[in-house]
Protein backbone atom coordinates (compact mmCIF):
# COMPACT_ATOMS: atom_id res chain seq x y z
CA UNK A 1 0.00 0.00 0.00
CA UNK A 2 1.51 3.40 -1.06
CA UNK A 3 1.91 5.94 2.47
CA UNK A 4 1.28 9.13 2.71
CA UNK A 5 4.66 10.32 2.00
CA UNK A 6 5.12 8.57 -1.10
CA UNK A 7 1.36 9.70 -2.22
CA UNK A 8 2.87 13.58 -1.22
CA UNK A 9 5.90 12.80 -3.35
CA UNK A 10 3.61 11.73 -6.31
CA UNK A 11 1.01 14.29 -5.55
CA UNK A 12 0.62 17.25 -8.01
CA UNK A 13 2.17 21.01 -6.59
CA UNK A 14 -0.97 23.50 -7.15
CA UNK A 15 0.45 26.50 -9.66
CA UNK A 16 1.02 29.50 -7.90
CA UNK A 17 -1.32 31.36 -9.37
CA UNK A 18 -4.56 29.96 -7.48
CA UNK A 19 -2.45 31.45 -4.42
CA UNK A 20 -2.42 34.58 -5.83
CA UNK A 21 -6.43 34.92 -7.41
CA UNK A 22 -8.58 36.75 -5.25
CA UNK A 23 -11.53 34.78 -3.34
CA UNK A 24 -14.01 36.39 -5.86
CA UNK A 25 -12.18 35.40 -8.95
CA UNK A 26 -11.50 32.00 -6.91
CA UNK A 27 -15.07 31.61 -6.44
CA UNK A 28 -16.83 32.42 -9.98
CA UNK A 29 -13.63 29.87 -11.18
CA UNK A 30 -14.83 27.35 -8.74
CA UNK A 31 -18.39 27.57 -10.14
CA UNK A 32 -18.11 27.38 -13.51
CA UNK A 33 -16.07 24.51 -13.03
CA UNK A 34 -18.77 22.58 -10.16
CA UNK A 35 -21.27 23.73 -13.26
CA UNK A 36 -19.28 22.04 -15.85
CA UNK A 37 -18.97 18.71 -14.11
CA UNK A 38 -22.62 18.30 -13.35
CA UNK A 39 -23.47 15.01 -11.77
CA UNK A 40 -20.24 13.71 -12.62
CA UNK A 41 -18.98 15.37 -9.06
CA UNK A 42 -20.27 14.73 -5.66
CA UNK A 43 -18.49 16.76 -3.14
CA UNK A 44 -18.25 15.79 0.27
CA UNK A 45 -17.70 18.39 3.41
CA UNK A 46 -16.84 17.82 6.62
CA UNK A 47 -18.00 19.30 9.58
CA UNK A 48 -14.56 21.16 10.34
CA UNK A 49 -13.76 22.70 7.25
CA UNK A 50 -13.83 26.83 6.06
CA UNK A 51 -16.99 27.96 5.25
CA UNK A 52 -15.56 28.66 1.86
CA UNK A 53 -15.14 25.00 1.34
CA UNK A 54 -18.54 23.98 2.99
CA UNK A 55 -20.49 26.45 0.10
CA UNK A 56 -20.01 23.76 -2.52
CA UNK A 57 -20.38 20.58 -0.71
CA UNK A 58 -23.17 18.52 -1.66
CA UNK A 59 -23.69 17.48 1.77
CA UNK A 60 -21.69 17.75 5.28
CA UNK A 61 -21.40 15.14 7.73
CA UNK A 62 -18.75 13.52 9.83
CA UNK A 63 -15.96 10.89 8.44
CA UNK A 64 -18.02 8.13 8.42
CA UNK A 65 -21.19 9.32 7.67
CA UNK A 66 -19.51 10.87 4.42
CA UNK A 67 -17.89 7.70 3.62
CA UNK A 68 -21.31 5.99 3.61
CA UNK A 69 -22.73 8.39 1.43
CA UNK A 70 -19.99 7.94 -1.03
CA UNK A 71 -20.20 5.11 -0.73
CA UNK A 72 -23.78 5.26 -2.27
CA UNK A 73 -22.72 7.76 -5.03
CA UNK A 74 -22.98 6.94 -9.01
CA UNK A 75 -20.70 9.97 -9.76
CA UNK A 76 -17.42 9.79 -11.27
CA UNK A 77 -15.26 11.76 -8.75
CA UNK A 78 -15.75 12.70 -5.64
CA UNK A 79 -14.15 15.27 -4.00
CA UNK A 80 -13.56 14.97 -0.26
CA UNK A 81 -12.99 17.83 1.94
CA UNK A 82 -11.33 16.22 4.99
CA UNK A 83 -8.45 14.57 6.25
CA UNK A 84 -6.21 11.78 4.23
CA UNK A 85 -8.12 8.76 6.60
CA UNK A 86 -11.27 10.08 5.51
CA UNK A 87 -10.48 10.03 2.07
CA UNK A 88 -8.91 6.26 2.31
CA UNK A 89 -12.29 4.92 3.73
CA UNK A 90 -14.38 6.60 1.08
CA UNK A 91 -11.93 5.25 -1.63
CA UNK A 92 -12.30 1.60 0.14
CA UNK A 93 -16.06 2.35 0.04
CA UNK A 94 -16.73 3.10 -3.28
CA UNK A 95 -16.21 1.76 -6.52
CA UNK A 96 -12.75 0.97 -8.44
CA UNK A 97 -13.72 3.30 -11.07
CA UNK A 98 -14.57 6.18 -9.14
CA UNK A 99 -11.97 8.85 -8.45
CA UNK A 100 -11.61 9.92 -4.70
CA UNK A 101 -9.80 12.88 -4.88
CA UNK A 102 -8.47 15.21 -1.63
CA UNK A 103 -7.43 18.65 -2.88
CA UNK A 104 -4.63 18.79 -0.70
CA UNK A 105 -2.70 15.49 -0.03
CA UNK A 106 -1.13 17.37 3.03
CA UNK A 107 -4.16 17.07 4.81
CA UNK A 108 -3.27 14.51 7.27
CA UNK A 109 -4.55 13.99 11.07
CA UNK A 110 -1.96 13.81 13.90
CA UNK A 111 -4.15 11.16 15.46
CA UNK A 112 -4.11 8.83 12.69
CA UNK A 113 -0.44 9.44 12.53
CA UNK A 114 0.13 8.38 16.18
CA UNK A 115 -0.47 4.61 15.19
CA UNK A 116 1.56 3.20 12.09
CA UNK A 117 0.77 -0.21 11.23
CA UNK A 118 4.64 -1.33 12.12
CA UNK A 119 4.32 -0.17 15.49
CA UNK A 120 0.74 -1.90 15.84
CA UNK A 121 1.91 -5.33 14.56
CA UNK A 122 5.09 -5.14 17.20
CA UNK A 123 2.69 -3.86 20.05
CA UNK A 124 0.27 -6.82 18.93
CA UNK A 125 3.25 -9.36 19.28
CA UNK A 126 4.14 -8.08 22.19
CA UNK A 127 0.46 -7.76 23.80
CA UNK A 128 -0.10 -11.77 22.68
CA UNK A 129 3.19 -12.50 24.80
CA UNK A 130 1.58 -10.70 27.64
CA UNK A 131 -2.01 -11.95 27.22
CA UNK A 132 -2.32 -14.58 25.20
CA UNK A 133 -5.45 -14.43 22.74
CA UNK A 134 -7.31 -12.65 25.08
CA UNK A 135 -7.90 -9.65 23.16
CA UNK A 136 -9.33 -7.51 20.50
CA UNK A 137 -8.70 -5.37 18.75
CA UNK A 138 -10.97 -2.23 17.83
CA UNK A 139 -9.98 1.40 15.83
CA UNK A 140 -11.57 4.62 15.70
CA UNK A 141 -12.45 5.65 12.28
CA UNK A 142 -9.64 8.54 12.68
CA UNK A 143 -6.89 5.80 11.70
CA UNK A 144 -5.42 4.89 8.25
CA UNK A 145 -6.78 2.03 6.00
CA UNK A 146 -3.39 0.07 7.02
CA UNK A 147 -4.80 -0.02 10.97
CA UNK A 148 -8.08 -0.46 10.02
CA UNK A 149 -7.46 -3.71 7.91
CA UNK A 150 -5.15 -4.88 10.58
CA UNK A 151 -8.48 -4.84 12.86
CA UNK A 152 -9.98 -6.21 10.39
CA UNK A 153 -7.91 -9.70 9.67
CA UNK A 154 -7.38 -9.63 13.41
CA UNK A 155 -11.40 -10.13 14.26
CA UNK A 156 -12.00 -6.37 15.32
CA UNK A 157 -14.00 -3.95 14.33
CA UNK A 158 -14.25 0.13 13.90
CA UNK A 159 -15.76 3.07 15.70
CA UNK A 160 -16.90 5.96 15.43
CA UNK A 161 -17.38 8.61 18.68
CA UNK A 162 -21.83 8.17 17.64
CA UNK A 163 -21.10 4.14 18.61
CA UNK A 164 -17.97 3.99 20.59
CA UNK A 165 -20.58 2.81 23.76
CA UNK A 166 -22.19 -0.05 21.67
CA UNK A 167 -18.68 -1.40 20.02
CA UNK A 168 -16.75 -1.24 23.33
CA UNK A 169 -19.61 -3.46 24.79
CA UNK A 170 -19.50 -5.98 22.03
CA UNK A 171 -15.80 -6.16 21.80
CA UNK A 172 -15.69 -7.09 25.49
CA UNK A 173 -18.26 -9.79 24.58
CA UNK A 174 -15.73 -11.57 21.91
CA UNK A 175 -13.02 -11.27 24.34
CA UNK A 176 -11.76 -10.53 27.70
CA UNK A 177 -9.78 -7.59 27.01
CA UNK A 178 -9.66 -4.87 24.00
CA UNK A 179 -6.83 -3.17 22.55
CA UNK A 180 -8.40 0.79 21.65
CA UNK A 181 -6.63 2.57 18.89
CA UNK A 182 -5.32 4.92 18.21
CA UNK A 183 -7.35 7.97 20.70
CA UNK A 184 -6.83 7.06 24.19
CA UNK A 185 -9.13 9.59 25.33
CA UNK A 186 -12.29 8.12 23.45
CA UNK A 187 -11.43 5.04 24.47
CA UNK A 188 -11.08 6.07 28.25
CA UNK A 189 -13.83 8.18 27.77
CA UNK A 190 -15.99 5.20 26.55
CA UNK A 191 -14.86 2.48 28.98
CA UNK A 192 -15.30 4.65 32.01
CA UNK A 193 -19.23 5.50 30.89
CA UNK A 194 -19.17 1.41 30.92
CA UNK A 195 -18.71 0.85 34.66
CA UNK A 196 -14.37 -0.17 33.64
CA UNK A 197 -12.59 1.38 36.66
CA UNK A 198 -9.62 4.07 35.36
CA UNK A 199 -6.84 1.22 37.12
CA UNK A 200 -8.33 -1.63 34.88
CA UNK A 201 -7.08 0.43 31.82
CA UNK A 202 -3.54 0.20 30.62
CA UNK A 203 -1.43 2.59 28.23
CA UNK A 204 0.57 1.06 25.40
CA UNK A 205 3.15 3.87 24.75
CA UNK A 206 3.80 2.81 21.34
CA UNK A 207 7.50 4.56 21.36
CA UNK A 208 9.01 3.25 24.38
CA UNK A 209 6.80 0.10 23.46
CA UNK A 210 5.98 -0.32 26.89
CA UNK A 211 2.74 -1.10 28.63
CA UNK A 212 2.05 1.24 31.40
CA UNK A 213 -0.38 -0.15 34.09
CA UNK A 214 -1.21 0.24 37.79
CA UNK A 215 -3.31 -3.32 37.94
CA UNK A 216 -2.19 -6.56 37.99
CA UNK A 217 -1.88 -7.87 34.80
CA UNK A 218 -4.29 -9.97 35.12
CA UNK A 219 -6.81 -7.95 35.94
CA UNK A 220 -6.31 -5.22 32.61
CA UNK A 221 -9.93 -5.08 30.65
CA UNK A 222 -8.70 -2.39 28.38
CA UNK A 223 -5.57 -1.26 26.40
CA UNK A 224 -5.65 2.43 25.25
CA UNK A 225 -3.20 3.01 22.84
CA UNK A 226 -1.24 6.55 23.47
CA UNK A 227 -2.76 8.64 21.08
CA UNK A 228 -4.43 11.37 20.81
CA UNK A 229 -6.66 14.44 18.79
CA UNK A 230 -3.85 17.60 19.03
CA UNK A 231 -7.37 20.13 18.73
CA UNK A 232 -9.00 18.27 21.79
CA UNK A 233 -6.21 18.24 24.24
CA UNK A 234 -6.54 21.74 23.71
CA UNK A 235 -9.92 22.21 25.88
CA UNK A 236 -7.89 22.29 29.98
CA UNK A 237 -9.65 21.54 33.26
CA UNK A 238 -8.78 24.91 33.78
CA UNK A 239 -11.17 26.28 31.13
CA UNK A 240 -14.40 24.63 33.21
CA UNK A 241 -13.20 25.91 36.03
CA UNK A 242 -12.99 28.92 34.79
CA UNK A 243 -16.70 29.03 33.11
CA UNK A 244 -17.64 27.32 36.58
CA UNK A 245 -16.62 30.15 38.67
CA UNK A 246 -17.68 32.69 36.53
CA UNK A 247 -20.51 31.78 34.51
CA UNK A 248 -22.01 28.58 36.49
CA UNK A 249 -25.28 29.21 34.42
CA UNK A 250 -23.22 28.24 30.90
CA UNK A 251 -23.62 24.53 30.18
CA UNK A 252 -20.70 22.85 29.25
CA UNK A 253 -20.67 20.25 26.14
CA UNK A 254 -17.38 18.72 24.67
CA UNK A 255 -16.13 15.94 22.14
CA UNK A 256 -15.26 12.55 24.04
CA UNK A 257 -11.75 13.11 22.52
CA UNK A 258 -11.04 15.60 25.26
CA UNK A 259 -9.39 14.37 28.21
CA UNK A 260 -11.17 12.08 30.96
CA UNK A 261 -10.52 15.26 33.40
CA UNK A 262 -12.91 17.69 30.51
CA UNK A 263 -15.38 15.06 29.81
CA UNK A 264 -15.74 14.02 33.71
CA UNK A 265 -16.27 17.99 34.65
CA UNK A 266 -18.46 18.55 31.77
CA UNK A 267 -22.26 18.33 31.24
CA UNK A 268 -22.61 16.57 28.23
CA UNK A 269 -20.22 14.87 26.22
CA UNK A 270 -20.38 13.46 22.65
CA UNK A 271 -19.94 13.17 18.57
CA UNK A 272 -20.11 15.68 16.73
CA UNK A 273 -23.24 15.11 15.41
CA UNK A 274 -24.52 14.80 19.33
CA UNK A 275 -23.25 18.54 19.74
CA UNK A 276 -24.91 19.86 16.65
CA UNK A 277 -28.08 18.23 17.62
CA UNK A 278 -28.01 19.12 21.11
CA UNK A 279 -27.68 22.94 20.13
CA UNK A 280 -30.37 22.74 17.58
CA UNK A 281 -32.89 21.50 19.87
CA UNK A 282 -31.21 23.96 23.27
CA UNK A 283 -34.08 26.69 24.31
CA UNK A 284 -33.07 30.39 22.25
CA UNK A 285 -31.21 31.99 24.88
CA UNK A 286 -29.17 29.13 26.80
CA UNK A 287 -25.72 29.52 26.97
CA UNK A 288 -23.16 27.20 25.66
CA UNK A 289 -19.71 26.37 25.99
CA UNK A 290 -18.59 24.29 23.31
CA UNK A 291 -14.78 21.90 23.38
CA UNK A 292 -14.59 21.08 19.56
CA UNK A 293 -12.94 22.52 16.57
CA UNK A 294 -13.16 26.13 16.12
CA UNK A 295 -14.88 25.68 12.55
CA UNK A 296 -17.29 23.94 13.53
CA UNK A 297 -18.24 26.09 16.91
CA UNK A 298 -17.96 29.06 14.86
CA UNK A 299 -20.76 27.84 12.46
CA UNK A 300 -22.95 26.80 15.27
CA UNK A 301 -22.72 31.09 16.43
CA UNK A 302 -23.66 32.09 12.95
CA UNK A 303 -26.60 29.18 12.63
CA UNK A 304 -28.00 30.01 15.66
CA UNK A 305 -27.98 33.48 16.79
CA UNK A 306 -30.34 33.27 19.25
CA UNK A 307 -28.00 31.25 21.38
CA UNK A 308 -25.27 32.34 23.59
CA UNK A 309 -22.33 30.03 22.21
CA UNK A 310 -18.87 30.29 22.84
CA UNK A 311 -15.60 28.08 22.34
CA UNK A 312 -14.50 26.01 26.05
CA UNK A 313 -11.02 27.35 25.02
CA UNK A 314 -11.51 31.31 24.32
CA UNK A 315 -7.67 31.11 22.65
CA UNK A 316 -8.89 28.25 20.29
CA UNK A 317 -7.53 27.92 16.54
CA UNK A 318 -9.34 25.15 13.75
CA UNK A 319 -7.82 22.28 12.98
CA UNK A 320 -4.35 23.17 11.04
CA UNK A 321 -4.60 19.94 9.09
CA UNK A 322 -8.35 20.66 8.23
CA UNK A 323 -7.66 23.47 6.98
CA UNK A 324 -5.53 22.33 4.39
CA UNK A 325 -8.49 22.43 2.63
CA UNK A 326 -9.14 25.81 1.11
CA UNK A 327 -10.79 28.05 -1.85
CA UNK A 328 -8.01 27.73 -3.91
CA UNK A 329 -6.98 23.78 -3.65
CA UNK A 330 -10.62 22.83 -4.27
CA UNK A 331 -10.80 25.31 -7.22
CA UNK A 332 -7.31 23.92 -8.51
CA UNK A 333 -9.04 20.40 -8.39
CA UNK A 334 -12.31 21.52 -9.86
CA UNK A 335 -10.94 22.55 -13.01
CA UNK A 336 -8.23 19.61 -13.08
CA UNK A 337 -11.41 17.78 -13.94
CA UNK A 338 -12.50 19.71 -16.27
CA UNK A 339 -9.08 19.52 -18.00
CA UNK A 340 -9.68 15.77 -17.67
CA UNK A 341 -7.29 15.50 -15.15
CA UNK A 342 -7.49 13.57 -11.52
CA UNK A 343 -5.21 15.32 -9.36
CA UNK A 344 -4.46 14.04 -5.54
CA UNK A 345 -6.00 10.87 -5.89
CA UNK A 346 -6.57 8.45 -3.17
CA UNK A 347 -6.16 4.58 -4.07
CA UNK A 348 -6.20 1.82 -1.34
CA UNK A 349 -4.56 -1.43 -2.44
CA UNK A 350 -7.48 -4.43 -3.11
CA UNK A 351 -5.83 -6.25 -0.28
CA UNK A 352 -5.50 -3.36 2.28
CA UNK A 353 -9.83 -2.43 1.24
CA UNK A 354 -10.72 -6.21 1.76
CA UNK A 355 -9.40 -6.58 5.44
CA UNK A 356 -10.84 -3.23 6.30
CA UNK A 357 -13.67 -3.54 4.95
CA UNK A 358 -14.53 -6.43 7.32
CA UNK A 359 -13.72 -4.11 10.14
CA UNK A 360 -16.14 -1.31 8.56
CA UNK A 361 -18.61 -4.00 8.65
CA UNK A 362 -18.75 -5.67 12.02
CA UNK A 363 -19.42 -1.37 12.91
CA UNK A 364 -22.31 -1.06 9.92
Known amino acids: MTSIFEELQLADTMPAHYLNATAEELHERAKTA ?3 LGDRLYILGHHYQKDEVIAYADVTGDSLQLSQIAGKQTADYIIFCGVHFMAETADILTTPEQAVILPDM ?23 NLFGNTIVPLTYV ?5 IKAF ?7 TVTSSNAEEMVKWALTQKQRMLFLPDQHLGRNTAVKLGIPLEQMAIWDPIKQKLELQCELEEVQVILWKGHCSV ?6 KHVANLRENEPDRSILVHPECTYE ?6 FAGSTKYIIDM ?8 KWAIGTEMNLVNRLIADFPDRDIVSLNPFMCPCLTMNRIDLPHLTWALEELVAGKVINRIQVD ?13 MM
Open 34 to 36: RTT
Open 106 to 128: RAGCSMADMANIDQTERAWAELQ
Open 142 to 146: NSTAA
Open 151 to 157: VGRNGGA
Open 232 to 237: HMNFLP
Open 262 to 267: VVSASD
Open 279 to 286: IGVSQPGS
Open 350 to 362: EKTALEAKRALAK
